[in-house]
C-alpha cells in the first residue's frame, strides 16, 4: 500500500519533533502496519469518508497512548493512505471534522 503525506501532516510532525524527539520513532511502526495494508484505529464518523484516528504512544512522557499522539489518516483507496494529520493529545487543540475535510479537499485539489 502507497502512504502519502500531507503538508499539514509534515508541518505538525516536525512542530511535534521538536517538542518530542522520540516522535518519528513512535509514528515510525504505525506508517509500517499502514504500508503493509492494516488499517489500524477507528474510523472517524461525520467525515463522509474513510477516515480513521489511530492512538500512539508517546514514549517522550510515559503515560501511556491515552496521552499520546492522534494520528488521522485516510484510505481513499484500497492501495493508498494518505496522512493528514498528527497531533499530541496533551496539547489542548483537538482537530474537527470540518478541518479534516478541509485538508483531504486540498490534497485532492492538489492531485487533481
Not at 501532516?9 to 517538542?19: E, I, M, S, Y
Not at 484500497?78 to 494529520?85: F, H
Not at 493529545?89 to 485532492?108: H, L, N
Amino acid at each position: 500500500m502507497k502512504v502519502e503525506y500531507t503538508p499539514e501532516f509534515r508541518r505538525n510532525l516536525g512542530g511535534l519533533a521538536r517538542k518530542y524527539r522520540s516522535i518519528r520513532s513512535n509514528v515510525e511502526p504505525v506508517i509500517a502496519d499502514l504500508g503493509n495494508g492494516a488499517l489500524p484505529g477507528d474510523q472517524v464518523p461525520g467525515v463522509g469518508r474513510r477516515v480513521y484516528k489511530v492512538r500512539i504512544q508517546n514514549t517522550d512522557i510515559h503515560r501511556g497512548k491515552r496521552s499520546g499522539y492522534r494520528m488521522v489518516y485516510w484510505a481513499p483507496t484500497p492501495a493508498r493512505v494518505v496522512l493528514v494529520t498528527i497531533y499530541c493529545k496533551a496539547d489542548p487543540s483537538d482537530i474537527s471534522r470540518a478541518q479534516i475535510r478541509r485538508v483531504i479537499g486540498q490534497t485532492e485539489n492538489a492531485v487533481a
